[in-house]
């Protein structure tokens, strides 16, 4: 593997890591700063309600000598699953952008975003076979980019951490990527990066699952006792989880992971996974497939993040169930600024029907100035959600939004950046 050197970080910034959650519409994308410099790039995809705006500043980011460095290149990038709102979007996001008419943000005016960044090894799960290792991340050409060393990819590996098999998969771009060789795991972890601070903090970036079946007998249960079983579909529950890890502050990003892959992390890494600072809410906030009781219990995080989409209403993600289960953990952590978080209300939980709230809204006059169709027959919503309030349905489903001081964030209200230190 090509050596590779990060930026000239300042000495706070050498102390720890940076995430930056990125608003991708109805996706996944987080930019991993490590501390030495080097970066490392968790998903790429969306496939509804991406903006313009979020995605160039990503972009920019990346290209930021300040922040990401000279290297014009990545040290890795991590593909959870291929659901394509997760990887659909990475040869435009590593390669550039070239807009039909200039694009203006923050006082410049933009033609192209440019230079191509590289992506110097992809980690992946679920992969095709073995002359295509990729081929299940098809949508919009993803795999092309890197099979056509588009990006100077020099290495394609799939991570295999389950109950069964601990076992390294890997593609070299001197075979053309079309000679598969495996090696164990140890430990159950691949480390993908890991260093040492001035001041003597030892960091790392390892996989701990990948490539978890289904499992319909985890022996989880919700709040009332009844067990919690999740649709067939196996692309979520292999859905590699990551882990960061500095001095004794932790983070995890576990993409869509499942009730299934809860259950192996709880078994296999009850310790590497309990207390974190930092914990990704699985599948965008479904409490059909994921945040289990009992996980979110163990993980117990300082803070929580969320990546949906705006007005998410193709699944109504995220759900109050799995938010409050969070939630109710957050409570008892240090609260952080004021900010607007939505989730979506069965009509038990939201107590109405959508009939009444839409007499409700035609009766008031403000709301009536304000209401407008969404989507099909059933959907209504507020131009203006404000605070407190439902401010949306579809269907039986309502869509609530509050103000909360408790550290759960979601990309829907925009980028955001956290630290691990």
Same mark, same amino acid.
């Given at each position: 593997m090509a050596d590779m050197k990060g930026t000239d970080v300042d000495d706070d910034a050498a102390e720890r890591f940076e995430l930056v959650f990125i608003y991708m519409g109805q996706g996944d994308c987080t930019l991993i700063r490590c501390p030495d410099g080097q970066v490392v790039v968790v998903d790429c995809g969306s496939k509804a309600y991406l903006e313009d705006e979020p995605f160039v500043r990503a972009q920019l980011l990346l290209r930021s000598k300040t922040w990401a460095g000279t290297e014009k290149k990545v040290?890795?990038?991590?593909?959870?699953?291929? =659901?394509? /709102?997760?990887?659909?979007?990475?040869?435009?996001?590593?390669?550039?952008?070239?807009?039909?008419?200039?694009? =203006?943000? /923050?006082?410049k005016s933009y033609s192209t975003i440019e230079p191509p960044i590289g992506v110097e090894r992809v980690y992946l799960s679920q992969s095709y076979r073995d002359d295509s290792p990729m081929g299940n991340y098809s949508e919009n050409s993803a795999n092309h980019w890197i099979y056509a060393n588009k990006l100077d990819t020099a290495a394609i590996y799939e991570v295999t951490i389950n109950d069964t098999k601990d076992e390294l998969k890997q593609w070299r771009r001197e075979d053309g990527f079309k000679k598969a060789g495996t090696t164990p795991i140890a430990g159950s972890k691949q480390v993908v990066l890991s260093g040492r601070t001035k001041n003597g903090k030892n960091w790392e970036i390892a996989i701990i699952a990948g490539n978890v079946p289904i499992n319909q007998k985890t022996g989880l249960k919700d709040e009332n006792g009844n067990a919690l079983t999740e649709p067939k579909d196996a692309a979520n529950a292999a859905s590699l989880v990551t882990r960061l890890s500095i001095d004794r502050s932790v983070a995890l990003l576990v993409g869509d992971a499942t009730f299934s892959t809860e259950r192996f992390l709880m078994d296999k890494h009850p310790d590497a996974i309990k207390e974190v600072a930092i914990a990704q809410v699985g599948h965008h906030g479904s409490s059909d497939t994921s945040s289990s009781p009992a996980y979110v219990k163990l993980v117990d995080p300082a803070r929580a993040a969320v990546s949906v989409g705006y007005n998410e209403s193709s699944h109504r993600l995220p759900r109050y169930k799995a938010l409050e289960r969070w939630l109710e953990l957050l409570d008892e952590r240090d609260k952080g600024a004021e900010h607007h978080i939505d989730y979506w209300q069965t009509e038990e939980e939201a107590g109405t029907n959508w009939e009444e709230q839409l007499e409700v809204w035609k009766k008031d006059p403000e709301d009536s100035k304000i209401l407008e169709k969404w989507g099909d027959k059933f959907s209504y919503r507020l131009s203006d959600p404000g605070d407190g309030r439902i401010y949306a349905f579809s269907g039986n489903m309502f869509l609530f939004r509050e103000s909360t001081r408790l550290q759960l964030?979601?990309?829907?209200?925009?980028t955001f950046r956290w630290t691990l230190a």
């Amino acid at each position: 593997m090509a050596d590779m050197k990060g930026t000239d970080v300042d000495d706070d910034a050498a102390e720890r890591f940076e995430l930056v959650f990125i608003y991708m519409g109805q996706g996944d994308c987080t930019l991993i700063r490590c501390p030495d410099g080097q970066v490392v790039v968790v998903d790429c995809g969306s496939k509804a309600y991406l903006e313009d705006e979020p995605f160039v500043r990503a972009q920019l980011l990346l290209r930021s000598k300040t922040w990401a460095g000279t290297e014009k290149k990545v040290h890795s990038l991590i593909l959870t699953h291929p =659901d394509r /709102d997760h990887y659909n979007k990475l040869g435009e996001f590593f390669w550039g952008t070239k807009f039909k008419e200039p694009f =203006d943000i /923050d006082g410049k005016s933009y033609s192209t975003i440019e230079p191509p960044i590289g992506v110097e090894r992809v980690y992946l799960s679920q992969s095709y076979r073995d002359d295509s290792p990729m081929g299940n991340y098809s949508e919009n050409s993803a795999n092309h980019w890197i099979y056509a060393n588009k990006l100077d990819t020099a290495a394609i590996y799939e991570v295999t951490i389950n109950d069964t098999k601990d076992e390294l998969k890997q593609w070299r771009r001197e075979d053309g990527f079309k000679k598969a060789g495996t090696t164990p795991i140890a430990g159950s972890k691949q480390v993908v990066l890991s260093g040492r601070t001035k001041n003597g903090k030892n960091w790392e970036i390892a996989i701990i699952a990948g490539n978890v079946p289904i499992n319909q007998k985890t022996g989880l249960k919700d709040e009332n006792g009844n067990a919690l079983t999740e649709p067939k579909d196996a692309a979520n529950a292999a859905s590699l989880v990551t882990r960061l890890s500095i001095d004794r502050s932790v983070a995890l990003l576990v993409g869509d992971a499942t009730f299934s892959t809860e259950r192996f992390l709880m078994d296999k890494h009850p310790d590497a996974i309990k207390e974190v600072a930092i914990a990704q809410v699985g599948h965008h906030g479904s409490s059909d497939t994921s945040s289990s009781p009992a996980y979110v219990k163990l993980v117990d995080p300082a803070r929580a993040a969320v990546s949906v989409g705006y007005n998410e209403s193709s699944h109504r993600l995220p759900r109050y169930k799995a938010l409050e289960r969070w939630l109710e953990l957050l409570d008892e952590r240090d609260k952080g600024a004021e900010h607007h978080i939505d989730y979506w209300q069965t009509e038990e939980e939201a107590g109405t029907n959508w009939e009444e709230q839409l007499e409700v809204w035609k009766k008031d006059p403000e709301d009536s100035k304000i209401l407008e169709k969404w989507g099909d027959k059933f959907s209504y919503r507020l131009s203006d959600p404000g605070d407190g309030r439902i401010y949306a349905f579809s269907g039986n489903m309502f869509l609530f939004r509050e103000s909360t001081r408790l550290q759960l964030e979601q990309t829907s209200m925009g980028t955001f950046r956290w630290t691990l230190a």
